[in-house]
């Protein structure tokens, strides 16, 4: 008689994939660090923390964090790829040159995180804090910002693509000396910002908004009745 599906035995290399990746979780668990010049790969980090750690060349691929906690940590090296931060504290860490590529990062908090020099690609905020976090240098293409709040983070010589601010509260942000190509700020509270208008290029704004950056250019503008 034939076996049912249940009775099959599971393939070699999905259970080869199953114990490296239970291995790996609890491995980091139990040492509750990250070790330098490692690569994870489908990883799930959950309900935990490892504040004010300093690494090295750390990556992962494919894999979550979930409701962690990694304020103050500082990884030089960080690359993040295709994987996913869901509400996590990430308030003041320090990822100066990071690469993040392929991933998405919802209702978390990067409050006063250090991004200098990074590069995103291909990556979606949604619902995080960002506000006063320094991404001086940075350079962004094909990144969505929806529904965060960025109030006094620094830009100051970014260079944007393709990068959408929906929704979003930029009260205060310093784009001075960005590039921006293709650049949507429609919807976004951008009161206070600080921007180079020479180093525009297609960027979109709602009626609203035009009415402040002519403001910033010396223009006046008012109703004509004939």
Do not use: H
């Not at 996590?88 to 690469?99: F, K, Q, R, T, W």
């Not at 650049?183 to 035009?210: C, H, M, P, R």
């Amino acid at each position: 008689m034939a076996k049912s599906e249940r009775d099959k035995p599971r393939p070699l290399r999905t259970k080869k994939i199953a114990f490296w990746a239970v291995f790996w979780y609890y491995l980091i668990m139990s040492t509750n660090y990250f070790k330098s010049d490692t690569k994870y790969k489908k990883i799930v980090i959950k309900n935990t923390g490892a504040e004010a750690q300093i690494q090295n060349n750390v990556e992962f691929e494919e894999s979550l964090f979930s409701n962690v906690n990694f304020a103050k940590v500082k990884i030089s090296g960080f690359i993040f790829i295709n994987s996913k931060i869901e509400k996590s504290n990430l308030s003041n860490i320090d990822l100066e040159g990071c690469y993040l590529k392929d991933g998405i990062v919802l209702d978390s908090k990067f409050t006063g995180a250090n991004f200098v020099d990074g590069e995103f690609k291909n990556i979606k905020f949604n619902k995080s804090k960002m506000d006063l976090s320094c991404l001086r240098f940075a350079c962004f293409n094909n990144v969505v910002f929806d529904d965060c709040v960025l109030a006094g983070a620094d830009f100051q010589g970014a260079k944007l693509k393709n990068t959408s601010f929906i929704n979003c509260d930029l009260k205060d942000v310093d784009f001075s000396q960005a590039s921006f190509s293709r650049v949507d700020f429609s919807g976004s509270n951008i009161s206070g910002i600080k921007i180079d208008i020479s180093n525009f290029k297609e960027l979109t704004i709602d009626y609203s908004q035009a009415v402040y950056i002519a403001s910033l250019l010396g223009l006046n503008i008012k109703l004509y009745e004939k």
